[in-house]
């Protein structure tokens, strides 16, 4: 190796180390041994100046009353804070315009989120937990309306997509000793397709909003049935007979009860 290559590798090792030792110097420096380590600090606030004596942290309290502990970047903007309020401990972190980007929060009883948020700090995806009842998980759109859930609820997992006004398109159900089901809804909010299986039964039917459609499922005696319906009554049947089926709300109810 040439003798000019070995001369700027120490250079540049001497030049690490003697940046790296200061960095680690003023960020993670520790309390000399013979400094004396007070037992307690009373205060209302600390604070945290940059070389330019502007404020880049604090410990303080919140218009509230409530105990928080912030940080800014180097335009004085709120980039992340802690906090605990009444209902819980928060933790925000945000853009460059102050508003929140994450947010998590325990809550009392249990109770906790973590939201991913869009513009005006709009939940966009959301996990939710409650012991009580559900586990979830929420996608919303721009308006913050829902448009995808996934939960369980009281031990039954659930999957919706739903429409523009907040109800069902899509559902994929299932209850414990009940059966399984896909549903689908039309735009008045009517479940007219259904494909499942419903005390260990399959069953399948699509209807118009009129009862007019396919009808398929297993009778109490184990035969199949298989007809069509027109306005709900029977137009042919495969068996010579069409069982009556509740609609999809009413299987919906036998699935999750």
Known sequence: MKAHHIVAIIAISFIAGMFGGTFSERVFANPKAEAKIQEQVIARGFFL??????????????PAGQPVIYVKDNV????GYLGCEQRGPMLALNDENEKKSVLLSA??????????????????ITMTYDPEQSTALILSDDENIAKALVSVTNGKPS??????????????????????????WNSHNEGKVALGLKDDKPILFAYRPDDTGLLFNIQRDGRPALGLLTEGRPEWSATGTVPQMPTLDGILDQVLR
Do not use: Y
């Open 159 to 184: 999957v919706f997509l739903t429409q523009g006004d907040k109800k069902p398109a899509v559902a994929m159900l299932w209850g414990s000793n009940r059966g399984a089901l896909l549903g689908f």
């Open 76 to 79: 004085g903007k709120v980039r």
């Open 49 to 62: 100046v940059d070389e330019n004596d502007r404020p880049r942290a604090g410990m303080s309290f919140d």
């Open 107 to 124: 809550l009392n009883g249990g109770k906790s989120m973590i939201g991913l948020m869009g513009k005006e700090e709009q939940a966009r």
